[in-house]
């Protein structure tokens, strides 16, 4: 079994920056792509960020040049770092990743971390 815990999140003003960070354990042997995914109140989850196991990145057009994502393989965990954030960047953030055991690759989520971003 695998699990992913997330923390870094939390309230902050406009223009403010917070850095995400979620570490996966157990049964692991590799990990493949992974991603931060947020919901707002009302709103469907959306795709925020996501890296390759060759670190190849992609963002949603909403937070290019102000959400970087990155990872550590030796620690298993993948970050988002969050600057110049606005009022609208406030979601449930949760991460993702597939990850592999020496049998099959299954895509585990975190528990998600609450980011607030006040006016």
């Known amino acids: 079994q695998v699990q992913l815990v997330e923390s870094g999140g939390g309230l902050v003003q406009a223009g403010g920056s917070l850095r995400l960070s979620c570490a996966a354990s157990?049964?692991?042997?590799?990990?493949?792509?992974m991603g931060w995914y947020r919901q707002a109140p009302g709103k469907q989850r959306e795709l925020v960020a996501s890296i390759t196991s060759g670190y190849s990145t992609n963002y949603a057009d909403s937070v290019k040049g102000r959400l970087t994502i990155s990872r550590d393989d030796a620690k298993n965990t993948v970050y988002l770092q969050m600057n110049s954030l606005k009022p609208e960047d406030t979601a449930l953030y949760y991460c993702?990743?597939?990850?592999?055991?020496?049998?099959?690759?299954?895509?585990?989520w975190g528990q998600g971390t609450q980011v607030t971003v006040s006016s």
């Open positions: 157990g049964s692991i042997f590799s990990i493949g792509a």
């Open positions: 993702h990743m597939f990850v592999a055991n020496r049998r099959q690759t299954n895509d585990y």
